[in-house]
């Protein structure tokens, strides 16, 4: 069974770190891996979609790498603002359509 | 972009009725959308796969007597809460793949339900 975990659950940092969001998964058979943003009560927000044969995908000041072999994939978000405040999901897929999510980061960034 | 609605937003309901969930496709048709369960401070849990003019696909532990799918349009999929029970209440949402959908394409989803059961 695929699990997807994510490291850490919360963080708190100050505006203007550069920061790393961790997501690690049991299975490395999986066809696709994408990184959501939601924000409180609210949906999703698909940020970076990255195929299985890719190891990195990049979005203005957000970059997202996948190591298959080794069931990892990293968000790197470059000087956070307090509007990156959400939580952060990312999601492996299997069979081309279904979604497992993990448990998500809850950040904050403060002035 | 794609949108998709869902509603109601808010829906608090007493013990043993019945709810439904409107999910829809604004501006693309969806001949798939799905149905997600997310408990306080917990990730999205897939409940089940709804595909236009066939029976829903439910993951395994949802019981699916109790939460009625039915898509009968590539606009449009519901999502009932039969008799209800506090266990119950939860954040739900929905999400939809364009029919024209590849394997580079996103799914896109809903702003969620928020169904409390009293």
């Known amino acids: 069974k695929q699990e997807v975990t994510q490291i850490p659950a919360a963080l708190s940092v100050p505006e203007g770190e550069n920061l790393v969001l961790n997501c690690s998964f049991t299975?490395?058979?999986?066809?696709?891996l994408q990184w959501f943003r939601q924000d409180p009560g609210k949906g999703l927000t698909s940020l970076l979609l990255?195929?299985?044969?890719?190891r990195e995908q990049t979005s203005g000041r957000l970059n997202a790498s996948l190591d298959k072999s080794s069931g990892r994939s990293t968000l790197y978000i470059a000087a956070s603002q307090p509007g990156d405040s959400a939580t952060y999901l990312c999601?492996?897929?299997?069979?081309?359509?279904?979604?497992?999510f993990g448990t998500g980061t809850r950040l904050q960034v403060f002035p | 972009g794609a949108v998709v609605s869902q509603h109601p937003s808010r829906v608090i309901c007493k013990s043993g009725t019945s709810v439904k969930i409107e999910c829809r496709s604004l501006?693309?048709?969806?001949?798939?959308m799905f149905w997600y369960r997310q408990f306080p401070k917990q990730s999205l849990m897939l409940m089940a796969t709804?595909?236009?003019?066939?029976?829903?696909?439910?993951e395994q532990g949802v019981e699916k007597d109790k939460f009625l799918i039915n898509h009968a349009s590539l606009t449009l999929s519901t999502l009932t809460v039969t008799s209800a029970h506090p266990e119950d209440s939860s954040f739900y949402i929905c999400?939809?793949?364009?029919?024209?959908?590849?394997?580079?394409?996103?799914?896109?989803f809903g702003p969620g339900t928020r169904l409390t059961v009293l």
């Open positions: 299975d490395s058979a999986i066809y696709n």
């Open positions: 709804s595909n236009e003019g066939s029976k829903a696909t439910y």
């Open positions: 990255i195929q299985s044969s890719q």
């Open positions: 501006d693309f048709q969806a001949t798939t």
């Open positions: 999400s939809a793949r364009d029919v024209e959908w590849t394997s580079t394409d996103t799914q896109y």
């Open positions: 999601a492996v897929i299997k069979n081309t359509d279904k979604l497992i």
